[in-house]
């Protein structure tokens, strides 16, 4: 396969969500991009697999290339355990064979396969706050009518050997039955300071240089209190956080929230893989040239150590001026990311019974938030992670997907399933489940900032934060763009198609007025006429009634 053109303005390695935000906001203004993926699908680290195509990718093989230019996959550690058919094999082997169990179970093993194609799970889950950053530039680039969304339901936290329903609005903090009289006006009182408070005023500048931990003693917050707020509202895997980062963190979530429901959130319908796409899909309409299962063996560089180009897998050069390359790939021409690299275990599960079955809540469709704090399972550090109902379009019809993840110490032994299985085996009680995927992936720690290094003509990316937010790939996008083309507007909107004039409509809508105008002038030296007659045209013939003829009829 021959690429043409040959010469552009920036070449995108990865189709992760930065890398396609960065190719829409050049393409916009008028930029040539040429966008590769190794990888026959869009997303990368952002992308969502069907469970078939997960199946697939286990088999593949991702040695490393021996090129300057080294892609390394982002799954690691994957792991697939089909549940089902496991308790199907275990049944005909220890069962009589006129049994009926092994018949029933053959089908519910037969309707499971048929669903896998409509399975979609997310390498890198991530929500967006209702009125948050990625929203807003949905909304002002034009870029949301890619996009379909479904509001988060809840949020749920391990209280007291339980999951509970944390209390996130007004509302829910008066009606909750964990919380004593006292702790409500407790509760009330702090997150209405938060909300409240503006951060340029006073009361709250004199929170600057002080912990978290003196902010809720100030406010006389019970224990109990303080594992909600940290677990719902503050929601960090640190200890004892600045109080102003905390109080921050409080204001934001508790803006949001209202918008589209009780919660401050909102999910892509079919997952967040569909975010990455809708941006691709923007780009390729300004122009940007897209070919995936293409890979880059060598990244090309001129006498004064410039950029100048990229060798593609086939041996073709392609030229161009700048170059924004993926976190997953490696050459000595890169600058790679050294600092707050975290390494992060998934499990999820798909079920047939929702995780908040004992809450006895009537929603199937819907999205819960999960936390679990450190210590609650016997976890070192905090899980948190979501469940989806149908309606999400995650998991297919009557199933239920769990996908929790924590982080872990880079040099450790330990496998995904043994930092994660038990955490995931309490949570749905072993009832029910169909299928079990644990998998490992690089993150960043969210509180580690990366400015753009523009070396070479060179810029590489970040690994996405560990976090449930957009807030720094966005920010890293706009640093990105603001660094290759400094002083243009960063993704304008689009306008819409109805909006579009084309040349050819303004030569329709000029000989159209013209042909309005000479029939107008026609009819009005008939009517001076005072009689019917022929008026000539270019449309045509026009017989035009005057008022003498309207009267003898």
């Known amino acids: 396969m021959e690429i043409t053109p040959t010469e552009y303005d920036v070449i995108v390695i990865g189709t992760g969500i930065t890398e396609c935000i960065v190719a829409a906001a050049c393409s916009r203004i008028g930029k040539t991009v040429l966008h590769l993926d190794v990888n026959r699908f869009y997303g990368e680290q952002w992308s969502s697999f069907t469970l078939s195509g997960l199946e697939k990718t286990k088999g593949a093989d991702y040695t490393p290339q021996t090129s300057p230019l080294q892609y390394n996959h982002f799954l690691q550690d994957l792991s697939l355990q089909n549940?089902?058919?496991?308790?199907?094999?275990?049944?005909?082997?220890?069962?009589?064979?006129?049994?009926?169990?092994?018949a029933r179970m053959a089908d519910r093993l037969a309707k499971f396969e048929r669903h896998k194609r409509r399975v979609n799970i997310d390498v890198t889950p991530k929500l967006c706050y209702s009125d948050g950053p990625m929203v807003d530039l949905l909304r002002s680039s034009n870029c949301s009518r890619y996009l379909e969304f479904k509001?988060?339901?809840?949020?749920?936290?391990?209280?007291?050997?339980?999951?509970?329903?944390?209390?996130?609005?007004?509302?829910?903090?008066?009606?909750?039955?964990?919380?004593?009289v006292l702790e409500k006006r407790l509760m009330m009182k702090f997150v209405s300071f938060a909300l409240q408070t503006e951060e340029e005023s006073e009361e709250w500048k004199q929170w600057e240089g002080q912990e978290e931990s003196q902010l809720y003693k100030e406010f006389k917050l019970t224990d109990n209190l303080v594992k909600l707020v940290r677990a719902s509202l503050v929601v960090t895997d640190k200890k004892n956080i600045?109080?102003?980062?905390?109080?921050?963190?409080?204001?934001?979530?508790?803006?949001?929230?209202?918008?589209?429901?009780?919660?401050?959130?909102?999910?892509?319908?079919?997952?967040?893989?569909?975010?990455?796409?809708?941006?691709?899909?923007?780009?390729?309409?300004?122009?940007?040239?897209?070919?995936?299962?293409?890979?880059?063996?060598?990244?090309n560089f001129d006498e004064g150590g410039s950029f100048e180009g990229v060798t593609v897998q086939t041996g073709q050069?392609?030229?161009?001026?700048?170059?924004?390359?993926?976190?997953?790939?490696?050459?000595?021409?890169?600058?790679?990311?050294?600092r707050g690299l975290l390494k992060v275990s998934h499990a999820v599960v798909l079920t047939e019974k929702?995780?908040?079955?004992?809450?006895?809540?009537?929603?199937?469709?819907?999205?819960?938030?999960?936390?679990?704090?450190?210590?609650?399972?016997q976890n070192k550090r905090r899980v948190w992670g979501c469940e989806y109902g149908p309606g999400s379009m995650l998991p297919a019809e009557d199933m239920y997907m769990l996908h929790v993840m924590t982080t872990v110490d880079q040099d450790t032994s330990s496998s995904p399933e043994g930092d994660l299985g038990h955490v995931v085996d309490h949570l749905t009680e072993s009832k029910g489940t169909l299928y079990k995927i644990f998998f490992s992936t690089t993150m960043t720690d969210e509180s580690v900032t990366r400015t753009p290094d523009l070396d070479k003509n060179v810029i590489q990316t970040s690994h996405p934060a560990y976090n449930s937010s957009y807030r720094e790939c966005i920010a890293e996008a706009r640093q990105v763009f603001s660094t290759l083309y400094p002083g243009e507007e960063f993704l304008p909107a689009a306008p819409n198609p109805e909006d579009i004039k084309w040349p050819d409509d303004e030569e329709t809508e000029e000989n159209t007025n013209e042909k309005t105008?000479?029939?107008?002038?026609?009819?009005?030296?008939?009517?001076?006429?005072?009689?019917?007659?022929?008026v000539e045209t270019e449309g045509g013939t026009d017989a035009t009634p005057t008022p003498a003829a309207v009267e003898s009829n």
Do not use: W
Not at 354 to 377: A, H, T
């Open 83 to 102: 549940v089902l058919q496991e308790r199907q094999c275990e049944l005909e082997k220890d069962l009589e064979p006129d049994n009926e169990q092994p």
């Open 354 to 377: 929702s995780v908040k079955e004992k809450l006895k809540l009537e929603e199937k469709d819907d999205v819960s938030l999960i936390n679990i704090l450190p210590g609650c399972l």
């Open 242 to 299: 600045p109080a102003h980062e905390a109080l921050r963190s409080i204001k934001t979530y508790l803006k949001n929230v209202g918008i589209y429901g009780s919660m401050p959130y909102i999910c892509p319908i079919y997952g967040a893989g569909e975010l990455p796409q809708a941006f691709a899909r923007f780009s390729a309409v300004f122009g940007s040239i897209y070919v995936l299962d293409m890979g880059v063996n060598e990244l």
């Open 517 to 534: 105008e000479e029939n107008t002038n026609g009819k009005t030296e008939a009517i001076k006429n005072g009689k019917t007659e022929e």
């Open 317 to 338: 050069k392609l030229s161009g001026k700048y170059c924004v390359v993926s976190p997953n790939y490696s050459a000595s021409e890169l600058q790679p990311q050294e």
């Open 151 to 180: 509001a988060v339901n809840r949020s749920l936290v391990h209280h007291e050997g339980e999951l509970i329903q944390a209390p996130c609005n007004r509302e829910q903090v008066f009606n909750s039955k964990h919380l004593k």
